[in-house]
């Protein structure tokens, strides 16, 4: 067997000193793990621990080891895509030293980190059982005392969550003897300088990860590397770290470094970015940088949006949808054409596509209503164990509910609706595994027998995505974070690339049984630090001396929340809500939560300006000077931020659970748990009565801090805002989250407005129908008639106003070139076969009358002159002759919920869940942006209401034809998912626009396949004449367009037959401006010129 190496990968060691001074000046927050009770938080998140300072048991130097990122990052999965942590080592080596005396005598300890018995030192969850009984993890051994005696092996089990807890190896005190250790001096003294070496290796070579035949993969996977060229051979890992020069006085003061928290200020926003924009734009002002180009630089969207037309349309609605959450909306399936040759005709869909993608519609709307029942389900489990129930329930009723086999019950339901789940998915392709689709598909169409078309293969396709409103994001500034948000690549070693011969310091006791020679070569590398030698290749953060660590990591906050219902207070301006300072609010709820803090808004302004200076090499010195600023003055902000997490689910009376599960049979019909509990709320009054619940179901109010608390890595403390005490201050905000009026306008500064959002991910379905273009219009503004097409392109009429025999005027429809029609100035009948949906919109039109269709003409010309849609080619031929093309468009759009209406889970609705009041909400949209070249809508109808014609730019006039579109009353949904139908006519190469203001902008757009084949069919028509004019060999001579302008016209004029109208054809014969006596007898003529074939 070929010897392994050992890989030594750097690691920082951090090491707290706490003297008697430390303790009582400091305030600490140090939290430990409970996982006794299954129905509770194994965290209690607004726990305050007082006791940590008042123990002088805790006087010491407690070391902390920071695990290389790598060990403690996920990685999906090849096969499953399920995401897996890598083992982390599970021996480590703690050895002290008085710095710099080679004769003091090293003390070591031994930590076993994935020691599971009653022995440990902090609370785990056994994951080898089927309950996940709890056990302790962790504990250390003495090597001074004795030889370290490895145990019988063990499966490897430690990953950096610990048991479950995501900042497991980010908190000392939840790690203690795992990934920390508590050396507490013992023989020291009052005063020393201390050196520590941290080393860690895996006991079982199975969970280290460089044991795989496919090392270099892993190594470059991990960003681990190493300078020196050579064969790397079999490896081990071996991760090392030093705290060297650690200063140990009893009562030395300067070692309490928690910044004061008069230095600490505090922004607020719906993103981070938007916190940081409002904070640089309030503290440094002289900056020259708008509000605007900082978002769009911190976004990575300065040349998106640099120049565009529609830039601040694109920013703005971009930063409004950054305030969302994503959750996935589902699949469904399509059929596309792949590796056609070029001019394949397209093939339609195979006929049962429709049959598949009702199924599919089937298993999304079946598998959302069993998962809200399993979660249902899984609250009733969890109520029912609860210390005190309301006296109108016993155990028992909750226990009935549980049991699958009594009739009625919710268990009974649930596995009903499993049963209908899985029905549904019989008649659907599917594949447990991410990479498995392509083959779960082909045996799909081989089970069913479905036949496609050569060159067709049937896809799926992801669904518009649901979007929740994200909780607001506080941004902490002066904190002094210390650590950058990534180390980036790390530079290992082997034995032979450490130095030494620096300070000659022991080997640590009994360390024969470990790997010695490694940590012998590591002390002399110590050795040589403490002496003042460079470690080549060593990073900076692992060769620095010590210093008194301050490492803030938890944010710590609490609300007084203040909802103000949704209502007639509440009004849409087209693009938001606003408050107008009236009505009722409800009863202040206090809110809290504890959520991680990051560096990462300074870490993606560094990655942004770096890419955009590598983007403009020939970027001007200034430029790059203001730039630099930039980040010198941000970096010197010291950002620190994070969402409130917690906060809207609180509102929904939710909270975040990581908690154990149930087991057996109910842990199989609930599934995989939910993340969160019901807060059913307070007790019934002595009468019984059930109080009232502050369930909101639409997230609409006020808020103010009432408590701040940044917390450290080891637990230290610094309250920011309390109360109303002298110290309070209040958050800068940005527009988006400032109120227009506060709830106490005497305070307005320290208020924060959330305007109203659904709590439940919703999406706004804004989507052509099936077969989407139902005809296509051509104003001819010479005429001021309208030509009128099929879908596919071919002609069908002309509306123009005209003038009867009696002086009056009408509206009148007549017949475009090869269209039989009867000369009555109606519709041709052939118009409603080939084109009803477009026979019925323009029925309204044409009823409107003269003053109808006048002020709905001025508002075509209007449109037309407004957008935009960088397809200029496409109109070419007609451009210079008429107006663009418009297409006539069916679409659909309702506001949809991911799942059943979400519910109120107070006590009363245990059993019964109460009917959901905010889908009768109706929420209007409004479609089109008027000032967006972009925007292709130029109106639309809704339903078969056919006599309004709702107008993004309405022309002034006096007609009731055309109305404005204004703040999207005409289109108002509720979410339920009904449909409402529209009829557009929009730009076929412009995108729609749809705005509700509770959810990120949606847009609908034309695929191009659609567009392209009529578009290139469309014929456009001139009427012509009367004029005088002569055939010349069949040839009428008379104007035309230039050929190269479309190509080849001829000349078209009706003939009157048997009561019907039919048409002649005859080419055009050049004409041009000389004078000249024809030989052919002269004759006065009317017809169309009209475009027989288009040039190329």
């Known amino acids: 067997m070929a010897v392994r190496k050992q890989w030594i990968v750097p690691m920082e060691i951090e090491a707290l000193v706490v003297n008697d001074t430390v303790r009582k000046e400091v305030t600490f927050q140090r939290w430990s793990q409970d996982f006794t009770d299954a129905r509770s938080n194994p965290v209690d998140e607004g726990a305050i621990d007082n006791g940590f300072g008042t123990d002088p048991e805790n006087n010491g130097v407690h070391l ?58 902090v609370m785990f969850v056994r994951h080898d059982t089927p309950i996940g009984d709890e056990t302790m993890l962790g504990r250390a051994h003495d090597l001074t005392a004795g030889a370290w005696q490895e145990p019988a092996p063990r499966a490897p089990h430690l990953t950096a969550f ?36 941290v080393a860690g290796w895996y006991a079982n070579g199975a969970g280290d990860p460089l044991t795989t035949p496919n090392v270099k993969d892993v190594l470059r996977d991990f960003g681990w590397f190493r300078r020196r060229r ?26 309490v470094v928690v910044p004061p928290s008069n230095g600490m200020r505090v922004a607020a926003g719906t993103t981070g970015v938007e916190a940081l924009t409002a904070l640089v734009r309030h503290q440094h002002s002289q900056l020259p940088y708008s509000a605007e180009v900082l978002t769009t630089l911190q976004h990575g969207l300065s040349d998106r949006l640099d120049g565009t037309p529609d830039g601040l349309f694109e920013y703005e609605q971009y930063v409004h949808q950054a305030g969302f959450t994503r959750t996935p909306g589902g699949h469904q399936y399509a059929v596309v054409t792949v590796d056609a040759p070029s001019g394949t005709r397209p093939v339609p869909p195979p006929a049962w596509l429709d049959t598949l993608r009702a199924a599919q519609d089937s298993y999304l709307t079946a598998d959302r209503a069993l998962e809200a029942l399993r979660w249902r389900l899984f609250c009733l489990w969890w109520l029912r164990d609860l210390d005190v129930l309301p006296k109108a329930y016993k155990k028992a009723d909750f226990t009935d509910q549980l049991d699958e086999t ?64 994200g909780d607001p994001v506080l941004l902490l500034a002066g904190a002094r974070a210390g650590r950058p948000l990534t180390r980036g690549p790390l530079h290992c070693r082997f034995i032979e690339d450490l130095p030494s011969g620096g300070v000659a ?44 660590p301050w490492s803030p990591l938890y944010l710590i906050w609490e609300i007084d929340y203040i909802p103000l219902p949704f209502g007639k207070h509440w009004t849409f301006d087209g693009i938001e809500y606003r408050w107008d300072g009236k009505g009722p609010h409800g009863p202040v709820t206090a809110l809290r939560g504890r959520n991680l803090l990051t560096p990462h808004l300074l ?60 087991t057996g049979a109910l842990a199989d019909l609930i599934g995989p748990a939910p993340h969160h509990i019901p807060n059913p709320g307070n007790l019934p009054g002595d ?41 309070t201050t209040w958050p800068i905000l940005p527009s988006s989250l400032k109120p227009g009026h506060a709830v106490d306008e005497k305070e307005r500064q320290h208020y924060v407005e959330l305007r109203p959002r659904l709590v439940q991910p919703a999406r706004l379905r804004f989507e052509p129908v099936a077969a989407p273009i139902v005809g296509w219009l051509l104003p001819n503004f010479a005429d001021r008639a309208l030509l009128c097409f099929a879908p596919d392109g071919g002609g069908l009429a002309e509306l123009r106003v005209a003038r009867g025999e009696s002086g009056s005027q009408r509206v009148v429809a007549e017949p475009l070139p090869g269209v039989l029609s009867r000369d009555t100035g109606a519709l041709p009948p052939e118009f409603a076969r080939r084109a009803p949906a477009l026979a019925a919109t323009l029925g309204g039109l044409i009823a409107s009358g003269p003053d109808g269709f006048a002020h709905w003409w001025e508002t075509l010309r209007l449109s037309l002159a407004r957008i935009e849609h960088g397809e200029e080619e496409h ?191 005859s080419p055009i014969a050049a004409v041009d401006v000389n004078a000249r006596l024809p030989e052919e007898s002269v004759e006065i003529r009317t017809g169309y010129t009209h475009l027989r074939e288009r040039r190329g």
């Open 162 to 197: 610990g048991p479950g807890i995501v900042d497991f190896a980010a908190y000392q005190p939840y790690q203690k003897n795992v990934f920390s250790f508590h050396d507490d001096l013992t023989g020291v003294g009052e005063s020393a300088t201390l050196s520590y070496l």
């Open 875 to 1065: 109109a070419a031929a007609h451009a210079c002759l008429l107006g663009r093309p418009l297409a006539v468009v069916r679409a659909r759009i309702a506001l949809d919920l991911d799942g059943p209406p979400i519910t109120d889970p107070s006590w009363q609705y245990a059993f019964a869940p109460g009917k959901p009041e905010f889908t009768k909400v109706r929420w209007p949209v409004r479609l089109g942006e008027a000032e967006r070249l972009g925007d292709g809508l130029v109106g639309y109808y809704t339903g078969t209401a056919y006599g309004t014609f709702h107008a993004v730019s309405p022309a002034k006039g006096a007609s009731r034809y055309v109305v404005p579109v204004g703040k999207g009353e005409s289109v108002s949904l509720a979410a339920d998912s009904a449909v409402t139908e529209l009829t557009m006519i929009m730009d076929p190469h412009a995108s729609v626009h749809a705005t509700t203001g509770i959810l990120p902008v949606t847009t609908l757009r034309l695929p191009d396949e659609l567009v392209r084949d009529p578009l290139a069919a469309l014929r456009p028509s001139f009427r012509t004449g009367p004029l005088l004019t002569t055939t010349r060999g069949g040839a009428v001579a008379v104007p035309a367009p230039s050929s190269h302008h479309a190509g080849t016209w001829e000349w078209a004029e009706t003939r009157w037959e048997k009561s019907e109208t039919t048409w002649a054809f």
């Open 687 to 727: 009468d019984g009565s059930w109080p009232a619940s502050p369930f909101e179901a639409i997230r609409a109010g006020q808020f103010r801090f009432t408590r701040l608390l940044v917390v450290d890595a080891f637990g230290q403390a610094q309250t920011i805002v309390i109360g109303s005490d002298e110290r």
């Open 64 to 121: 902390r080891w920071v695990l290389p990122e790598a060990l403690t990052h996920a990685r999906q999965h090849p096969t499953s895509g399920a995401l897996e942590l890598p083992f982390v080592p599970n021996r480590w080596l703690v050895a002290r030293y008085l710095t710099g005396k080679p004769d003091s005598k090293p003390a070591a300890w031994l930590i076993e980190s994935d020691y599971v018995g009653e022995w440990g030192s």
């Open 603 to 662: 870490a993606n302004l560094g990655n942004q300006v770096r890419q955009y200076r590598e983007d403009h090499p020939q970027l001007p010195a200034a430029d790059i000077a203001a730039l630099t600023k930039l980040l010198e003055t941000v970096a010197g902000i010291d950002p620190l931020s994070q969402a409130l997490g917690g906060l809207t689910d609180q509102v929904a009376l939710r909270e975040r659970f990581f908690g154990r599960r149930p």
């Open 406 to 469: 009594r009739a009625g019950s919710l268990a009974s339901e649930v596995a009903r609706a499993r049963r209908t789940r899985d029905k549904a998915l019989e008649n659907v392709p599917w594949s447990p595994e991410p990479r498995g689709w392509e083959t779960a598909i082909a045996k799909f169409l081989d089970a069913k027998g479905y036949s496609l078309g050569r060159y067709q293969k049937l896809i799926r396709v992801p669904l518009a995505a649901y979007r929740r409103a």
């Open 230 to 255: 050579g064969r790397l051979g079999a490896l081990n890992t071996f991760c090392a770290g030093t705290a060297r020069s650690v200063r140990w006085r009893k009562d030395d003061r300067s070692l």
């Open 505 to 548: 310091y022991a080997p640590p006791p009994n360390v024969e049984s470990l790997p010695a020679e490694t940590i012998k070569a590591l002390v002399g590398e110590l050795g040589a630090l403490d002496a003042g030698k460079p470690s080549p290749g060593l990073p900076d953060f692992a060769a620095a001396t010590w210093r008194q």
